[in-house]
């Protein structure tokens, strides 16, 4: 218990603290936002800071903080310590910088900000790895909630129907104007995704269960090394490639630059939170981390949630937990289609407030999630996992570059440079390791991540150095 609270108390400092430093060195100002500036009343849509909070936490959320910490709790209670620093020190930068830059160039998306500050040739990878890594998870958010509802309703509403059913919606979402549909229901699932993780929290309180207490040995059993597995598994708990994606919408309905910090690293933190609150649960309800493990492949993520749910809460867990695993990866599904809508329209100069012309980047998109609803969710998710860490790598070095031309010192620029060379052999020794990647051994992934995250850091200090002389 001593564990989980020093934990929360780490996260809530740290927006306070590490939270403000970041909005010191980034010194938002008063001139006037996108949102103000231009509004189009489909994607620049001004909107109360509460508002925008929320939408911005469920987008970013999803079941991305309950599903990725119940598969790092396997790993046992270490993962606290990648929840807390992990979100402190790079994903609640990632996701300020990648939101507060964006205001600054107009609303643009990740991959355009990305294309000014690395380089032409960082621009277009970015661009094709951004959409595909966004169909990716749409289309992971899409079998899921369409197979726990197929579970719950006749037969002859099976996962087909939902996944067509789903994607219907899908497609309304991502064309309608962003305070009709997303602007109206979000704040709400927003709310329940918060009082779902208090609901847990409490009853785990309640029934006398032990939450388990930090340890730095590897509790994984079948003995799965932490590095690098750990910190590609967690993904949104902690930091997330995917929410550089999702701030470039709400930078498009902030009022105020100074609101960026409750925004952008706020619910970034609170994500976290609720991460710490389902990695305890799920150490905790089953006692070691085997019978999670175990739990996890025979009831999967959304059976797990639903167990654990049902069993602290009841009727209200019950009902909480279905909400939460459907509603909440659903929409993330949907923003994540309307990001990759609004990734291709800045990349082909597609005027978005024609709806012809929306549709017309809308369709292909939805067609190719489609498809990839046929696939193994398992396979996807490890596929998006990894893309997922690698799109934060490459946003921190592009933000990293941002405050070397724009921060009043250039060391400033370490407070996401750090990050993104951590995240740089994360990546890396990942993919060389990993089933879906080259099987190496350790013996040679290991310094090889190394020595790639050395030789990212050597080039990025070169391009710095080149900076200072324009």
């Given at each position: ?184 229901l979000y704040p709400v699932f ?24 930090i340890s730095f040995v590897n ?127 800045d990349w082909l100069h597609i ?120």
């Amino acid at each position: 218990m001593i564990t989980f609270l020093c934990a929360t108390i780490l996260l809530i400092g740290g927006y306070w603290l590490y939270g403000r430093l970041t909005e010191k060195v980034f010194r938002p100002d008063d001139r006037p936002t996108p949102a103000i500036d231009h509004p189009d009343g489909v994607d620049y849509v001004p909107m109360k800071t509460w508002r925008v909070f929320l939408i911005q936490l469920l987008n970013i959320a999803g079941t991305g903080p309950i599903f990725g910490a119940l598969m790092g709790a396997v790993f046992g209670p270490v993962v606290f310590l990648w929840i807390v620093f992990g979100s402190i020190l790079g994903g609640a930068v990632h996701d300020y910088m990648s939101g507060m830059i964006s205001i600054r160039m107009d609303g643009a998306s990740i991959s355009e900000i990305v294309g000014k500050y690395l380089g032409r040739t960082a621009k277009q990878v970015m661009r094709a790895f951004s959409v595909v890594l966004l169909i990716l998870l749409g289309a992971v958010f899409t079998t899921s909630p369409a197979a726990l509802i197929a579970r719950l309703t006749p037969d002859w509403m099976n996962t087909t129907f939902w996944v067509v059913v789903i994607l219907a919606y899908y497609l309304l979402a991502t064309l309608l104007p962003i305070d009709k549909v997303i602007g109206k229901l979000y704040p709400v699932f927003g709310a329940v995704l918060v009082m779902m993780a208090i609901g847990i929290i409490g009853g785990l309180i309640a029934g006398g269960y032990s939450l388990p207490e930090i340890s730095f040995v590897n509790e994984h059993p079948d003995g799965r090394p932490i590095w690098p597995f750990m910190f590609i598994t967690v993904a949104c708990g902690a930091i997330s490639g995917f929410h550089g994606t999702q701030s470039p919408l709400m930078a498009r309905c902030l009022k105020s630059e100074k609101d960026g910090r409750k925004v952008f690293y706020g619910t970034m933190i609170s994500e976290s939170v609720i991460a710490l609150v389902w990695a305890a649960a799920g150490v905790a309800f089953y006692g070691v981390t085997g019978g999670l493990q175990q739990a996890l492949k025979t009831l999967g993520e959304s059976g797990v949630v639903y167990e654990i749910s049902v069993s602290l809460l009841g009727f209200v867990g019950g009902a909480l937990a279905i909400i939460g695993v459907v509603v909440c990866p659903i929409s993330s599904g949907d923003t994540a289609f309307r990001s990759a809508r609004l990734t291709i329209a800045d990349w082909l100069h597609i005027d978005q407030s024609n709806l012809p012309k929306r549709l017309a980047v809308t369709l292909p998109l939805l067609l190719a999630g489609a498809v990839l609803t046929q696939v193994d969710f398992a396979i996807i998710w490890r596929y998006f996992s990894w893309s997922n860490q690698t799109l934060a790598m490459i946003t921190l070095w592009a933000a990293a570059m941002y405050l070397v031309r724009n921060a009043k010192k250039r060391w400033y620029s370490l407070m996401c440079a750090i990050p993104a060379t951590f995240m740089s052999g994360v990546s890396c020794t990942y993919i060389l390791m990993a089933e879906e990647g080259f099987q190496i051994s350790k013996t040679i992934a290991y310094p090889s991540g190394a020595i790639f995250a050395l030789a990212c850091a050597v080039l990025f200090a070169k391009k710095a150095g080149n900076q200072k002389k324009l």
